[in-house]
C-alpha cells in the first residue's frame, strides 16, 4: 500500500482527489493538510510514502513546505499538484527537492499513475516542464543567477540585505506578506541559496547591494 499525504488549501480539491485516490486497491490517503506549515508537521511525522504538494497556499507556500520537508528528510518523495508552469514556481519548486510535477489539469487517474511511478523510483514531469528545463539547460553558461531574478525580487533582495523582516518588506512595499513570503521563496530558489543568510552574502559578493 501506498500511504499518501495530500496538500491543498481548497477543500473540494482534496476531498474529490482523496476520495478517488482511497479508492485504488494500491494507494491511501493517509493525511490532509490545508497549508505548507501542517503539511511539514505531518510529513516528519508520518513519513508518508509520496507527498502531493499544492505551490501556493495561505500562509506557507508549496515550495517552502518541500524545502523545509527535505532538509530534515531528504528521502521524501514530493510530487507538485498545481495549476501554474510559470519559472517562478517550476524552478523553486523543483530546486526546493520536488520529485514530480503535475498539473490540476491532470485526470485522477494520471495523477495515481505518477503516484505509482514516483514510489517507483520515477521523476514524472508534465511535457511543458521538461521543456522548460531543457531550455534553462541550452542557457549560456555566463548566465548569473540573478539575471533570473524580477524587479520586484531583486527590490525585495536589496531589503533583505538591510535586515528587513518579511513584514517589514510587507509595509515598505504596500503587499501582503503571503506575497513577499512567496517572493523570497522564488529568490532563495533562484539564487540557489538555502537561507536569507547566504542570499544575501550572495548579493554582496555580486555587487548587487551599495
Known sequence: MINVLFAD?????????????SAQPDIDVIAEADDGAPAVKL????KPDIILMDLVMKETDGIEATR??????????????????????????LEAGATSYMLKTS????????IRATYGGQSILEPE????IM??????PEDLLHDQLTEREKEILL???KGKTNQEIADDLFIAIKTVKVHVSNILGKLQVQDRTQAVIYAFKNNLVN
Open 68 to 93: 523545509q520537508i527535505i532538509e530534515q528528510w531528504p528521502e521524501a518523495k514530493i510530487i507538485i499538484v498545481t495549476s501554474f508552469l510559470d519559472d517562478e514556481k517550476v524552478y523553486p519548486a
Open 43 to 46: 510529513a516528519l511525522e508520518l
Open 135 to 140: 531550455t534553462r539547460m541550452r542557457n549560456k
Open 107 to 114: 485526470k485522477a487517474s494520471e495523477i495515481a499513475k505518477a
Open 159 to 161: 531589503l533583505i540585505a
Open 9 to 21: 488549501d481548497h477543500e473540494m480539491v482534496r476531498i474529490g482527489v482523496s476520495a478517488y485516490l
Open 129 to 132: 516542464v521538461t521543456g522548460k
